[in-house]
């Protein structure tokens, strides 16, 4: 009956490395050819990583005032507040960026800034930066927090988010999405669609949109049709049957039953019936421990969501052996082509077996316990290296340094269930399988004490991760300086584009600053544009980079958004 929605719009999308997008050889050129100023560069490296500096932090940042992001405010001040406009809107299009949230942050100071044709433009972007009711809640959030004038709902924002609703017209599924949206996005950040109805006083000679307004809208009189007398009239109108109108109205009532139904055999059947457009998030919460509920909905959930309620479907015994729900599991997790759509990284896949194989959840709001399933667990390692191959190649020359000085039990930030020497040992897999030229050394030492090792890891292709993590944990580390690989490089007349550090430890200091080493080593090898990426899992206070110097980066503990900031890094997005 509703042939408008497609499986990757069920989901609010991921903010992290997940939504990456290829990109030409000519467009990489010309982003290396086409200098930046400062102000450029902490603009793109905000939108990525969330700060204008050179770090990308796991803990979430509080985004509360303009300047968190200065550079936006002197950029519009020099007559450039359209570029900064396009600029965020490629970054959303693209999906260069970690996470919405700043993206969404930006926006909404261009939209409250003083120069009108910014805000015109920032404006006319909204519907295609914020694609879901949540994205929209958080930007008119951030317009309150950002508008030193109160709450500032004038014509202009009240005009630019009626046209958010309106742009759906314009989208595959038009309002009946825009329905199925609403409902399963109900409210965040304070505001509801209720709320905003009454806030930006829509208004609409769309029918569809019109009857929406008036479904969420009922008890409050916000619109001055008699809808019981429109809808008489509509019926009687040629082509009805196949109207959007009557699409919105029979989606709202299948929604409507659904948040009324209490039994779940029936809550199954109306899954059955009416999937795609039934998800989680329309059963209500008495039902979402039943079985037979999940039993439906497992049946259709997308990979991503799948993935992230495995440890569910086993607490409800839906994955036991030899059963449909393990076989179904399976199959989706071992399929290439579904993996490859659903843009899945090795590191969320590996995070997720290790979650599982635990048995156990740590999540705060539910503690399940469940019992593991071997075939679901092996499925989920083939997973890890099958998507290897999906990850983007840059084509550069990567040293990636090791060292670990902390417990074999110690956890890099933000992601409890890694240890920090599985991270390094999964990304040394992931970049040592995709691109070319890749170098892994483990090393140790502080040139104050003139004592430092640095020893070549050899990972031969049948390498597994297992055995690599192993292999770092049985080696020997102490003090570290980051500069001990770079100056190792320049002895040895290495040739790299990009050095990166994994590290648990404190950085110690040496003679010769890290930035200093690499600068000579630009100088001594001819790699003007040699990058510096360090990786401090366990280090709550990490602080290696030079603000002044973009082509270095700090990452502060590892989460699935921080292959993402080093591959923008290092292709020279940000």
Not at 316 to 324: A, C, G, I, N, P
Request: proline share 3%; charged share 25%.
């Amino acid at each position: 009956m509703y042939d408008f929605l497609k499986e990757d719009e069920f989901e609010e999308p991921e903010e992290s490395l997940n939504s990456d997008r290829t990109q030409s050889k000519s467009e990489r050129s010309q982003i290396h050819n086409v200098p930046k100023t400062i102000d450029e560069i902490r603009l793109s490296r905000f939108l990525c990583l969330g700060t204008e500096s050179g770090a990308y932090h796991t803990d979430e940042i509080e985004l509360t005032c303009r300047e968190n992001v200065g550079c936006i405010d002197r950029l519009i001040n020099k007559g450039e507040g359209l570029k900064v406009v396009e600029t965020i809107r490629e970054f959303s299009i693209e999906g260069k960026a970690c996470k919405a949230t700043p993206i969404i942050f930006a926006l909404s100071i261009c939209c409250r800034c003083n120069d009108h044709k910014t805000k015109d433009a920032a404006y006319k972007i909204l519907s295609d930066v914020c694609r879901i009711p949540t994205h929209l809640f958080e930007f008119i959030k951030y317009c309150q927090d950002v508008n030193p004038n109160g709450d500032g709902w004038g014509r202009a924002h009240r005009k630019g988010v009626s046209m958010w609703y309106e742009n759906y017209r314009n989208r595959k599924g038009g309002i009946p999405l825009l329905a199925f949206h609403m409902t399963k996005y109900k409210s965040r950040f304070g505001f509801t669609h209720r709320d905003v109805f009454r806030l930006c006083h829509i208004k609409t000679d769309n029918d569809a949109l019109g009857y929406l307004v008036y479904h969420f809208c009922r008890n409050q009189n916000r619109t001055d049709i008699n809808w019981s007398e429109h809808l008489e009239l509509a019926k009687q109108k040629e082509g009805f049957e196949q109207s959007e109108l009557k699409k919105v109205i029979d989606l709202l009532q299948v929604f409507d039953d659904a948040k009324n139904c209490h039994d779940e055999e029936m809550m199954k059947r109306m899954i059955l019936e009416h999937h795609p457009y039934l998800v989680r998030e329309h059963v209500p919460t008495e039902l979402l421990n039943s079985k037979k509920v999940w039993e439906a909905l497992m049946r259709f959930m997308p990979m991503t969501a799948m993935i992230r309620n495995l440890g569910k479907m086993s607490s409800l015994d839906l994955l036991e052996s030899d059963s449909f729900g393990e076989g179904l599991t399976v199959d989706k997790l071992t399929s290439k082509e579904l993996l490859k759509t659903a843009m899945v990284h090795p590191i969320t896949l590996l995070v997720a077996r290790k979650a599982y194989s635990k048995g156990q959840s740590e999540s705060k709001k539910q503690r399940l316990n469940w019992q593991v399933n071997p075939k679901v667990r092996d499925a989920l390692k083939e997973a890890f290296y099958v998507t290897i191959n999906h990850v983007e190649t840059t084509g550069k020359r990567y040293l990636l340094a090791i060292c670990m000085n902390g417990s074999v039990n110690e956890h890099e930030k933000r992601t409890p269930i890694l240890t920090a020497r599985d991270v390094a040992a999964a990304m040394a897999i992931v970049t040592g399988r995709r691109e070319q030229y890749c170098d892994v050394v483990a090393f140790s030492g502080n040139r104050l004490t003139e004592y430092i090792n640095i020893r070549e890891v050899s990972i031969p292709n049948q390498d597994n991760f297992e055995a690599l993590s192993e292999k770092f944990s049985q080696m020997q580390f102490d003090s570290l300086d980051c500069a001990a690989p770079i100056l190792d490089a320049i002895q040895n007349k290495k040739m790299y584009d990009v050095f990166v550090v994994y590290t648990d430890s404190e950085m110690n200091v040496g003679p010769i600053l890290p930035s200093e080493a690499l600068k000579r080593y630009r100088t001594a090898s001819g790699i003007t544009d040699a990058r510096l990426i360090v990786c401090g899992l366990a280090n709550n206070g990490l602080s290696i980079a030079e603000p002044d110097d973009p082509l270095m980066m700090d990452i502060v503990g590892f989460d699935s958004g921080a292959p993402a900031a080093i591959h923008q890094f290092v292709t020279g997005n940000i």
